[in-house]
């Protein structure tokens, strides 16, 4: 059984920071690249950061550029979104996916499509206070 369990959201202030973790099962977690992608109430969702299945690879999106750091352990079969100098406008649930991809050389600045996933979490959800 596939599962992807978000850890870690939670209320914080405006230049607080948080650790969210993602723990992956039920499929070949290093023949995947992973994303974060988020989701605040009546706006789409859209992607965080992508992380290539070799770790080595990785993309972020212009809002969080320079305060968000994406990271995995393949043994731990776990994929990590480290957020700092959080903004209000950081506040939405937030969701890890699973996309299948095991090219040579990943171009994860072309994963910010959702559709293309094959797995997600439940989300954890991410409030950031003013």
């Known amino acids: 059984q596939v599962q992807l369990v978000e850890s870690g959201g939670g209320l914080v202030q405006a230049g607080g920071s948080l650790r969210l973790s993602c723990a992956a099962s039920?499929?070949?977690?290093?023949?995947?690249?992973m994303g974060w992608f988020r989701q605040a109430p009546g706006k789409e969702r859209e992607v965080v950061a992508v992380i290539s299945w070799t770790g080595g690879n990785s993309y972020y999106s212009d809002s969080v550029k320079g305060r968000a750091t994406i990271s995995r352990d393949n043994a731990k079969k776990t994929v990590y979104l480290q957020m700092n100098s959080l903004k209000p406008e950081d506040t939405a649930v937030y969701y890890c996916?699973?996309?299948?991809?095991?090219?040579?050389?990943?171009?994860?600045?072309?994963?910010?499509?959702?559709?293309?996933?094959?797995?997600w979490g439940a989300g954890t959800q991410v409030t950031v206070s003013s």
């Open positions: 996916a699973a996309r299948f991809d095991r090219s040579r050389s990943p171009k994860v600045s072309t994963y910010e499509d959702a559709v293309p996933y094959n797995y």
């Open positions: 039920g499929f070949p977690f290093d023949y995947y690249a």
